[in-house]
């Protein structure tokens, strides 16, 4: 009896081996994980500090490595105002708020592997500070993260894409006073951009606290015809710093008048209620027409799975030529009697 050819099988699992190593390739490319982190201090001086005009108070941060190399960690004081889709934004330059305040005992902090360091800090609040709450915050860097980011060749492309590790713990400063909540909606306008249009809603948040979270829910109509119909949440909304929301436009839009009517809802405070009627004037159309580029397919196929079929249908072609040229050999043999 004639046996196969182990070639065979050979050729067939070093096809198989290389469509699964093809379509394991984008798995591979997983972020690295952090190498320290910020933590409260285990003192009892933590994120909510207490304080009154004219004072200092104290606190301090622990920074921990979670990486088995050694560690530098960059810190810095920031202020934190609200990002354009709520959220903490943390600002480390040109400081103008309450990371002023902030006087830190060091900002290089270099970790053994696994190795555990209290940095203690110090908030001098001003004489002429009349809100019950104010908000810094300190920010961490991995200093070789950061190092490698500047020191990158371009490779004479416009921008490289670095990763940062950046990790930052939110001080609460309280000081008497009353405590509430408040947003302001300043106005409504539809603005034009290269990236394309949108329905930007200025928003501020006014009070003394912090608002965890806002709902919107709102219609942009035309007549009978519905343009856009949203309902998101937007995250933290600190006081004393507006943000611009910016609700993405369906297609483009044209001159007229559109009604924009729905309701903002912050947390534990009044609702906003909005009907009002923005006009697109002629020259924000032309704006429009001249700037807006147009909108990129969601529904393309990525090129490296163009890359990867094309592969994987090569070594499939190559598969079947190996099995029929064994073919082609097993008919030209003489069968092999069996004693």
């Known amino acids: 009896m004639h046996l196969p050819s182990p070639h065979v099988g050979t050729a067939a699992a070093t096809a198989v081996l290389a469509l699964v190593a093809i379509a394991a390739a984008p798995a591979a490319a997983a972020p690295a994980k952090p190498a320290f982190a910020l933590t409260v201090s285990d003192t009892g001086s933590g994120k909510l500090v207490r304080g009154t005009p004219g004072r200092v108070v104290r606190g301090a941060v622990v920074v921990r490595s979670l990486s088995s190399r050694a560690v530098t960690v960059k810190l810095q004081a920031a202020d934190i105002g609200a990002a354009s889709n709520g959220n903490a934004a943390y600002k480390t330059s040109r400081l103008k708020g309450a990371g002023r305040w902030l006087r830190l005992a060091t900002h290089t902090v270099r970790l053994q592997p696994n190795a555990v360091q209290t940095v203690t800090y110090t908030l001098s609040i001003p004489s002429t500070a009349r809100r019950a709450s104010y908000y810094a915050g300190i920010v961490g860097v991995n200093a070789a993260e950061l190092a490698a980011a500047r020191r990158k060749p371009s490779q004479k492309k416009a921008f490289n894409f670095s990763n940062v590790n950046r990790q930052a713990l939110p001080i609460t400063v309280r000081l008497p006073g009353r405590l509430y909540r408040r947003l302001t909606l300043r106005s409504v306008t539809i603005k034009v951009e290269p990236a394309g249009a949108g329905l930007v809603l200025a928003l501020r948040p006014g009070g003394t606290q912090l608002i965890t979270s806002a709902s919107v829910n709102l219609t942009v109509s035309r007549g009978a015809k519905t343009v856009i119909t949203h309902a998101s949440t937007l995250g933290q909304l600190f006081p004393g710093e507006g943000l611009n929301f910016r609700i993405p436009w369906t297609g483009r839009p044209t001159e007229g008048d559109y009604r924009v009517k729905g309701v903002i ?22 704006e429009a027409e001249a700037e807006t580029t147009p909108i990129a397919s969601t529904g393309g196929t990525p090129g490296w799975v163009w890359v990867a079929l094309a592969l994987g249908a090569a070594l499939v072609l190559a598969l079947l030529v190996t099995m029929l040229v064994l073919v082609l050999k097993l008919r030209h043999q003489r069968p092999v009697g069996v004693a």
């Open 265 to 286: 809802r912050p947390k534990l405070a009044k609702p906003i209620f909005i009907d009002q009627t923005v006009t697109f004037t002629p020259k924000k159309a032309a």
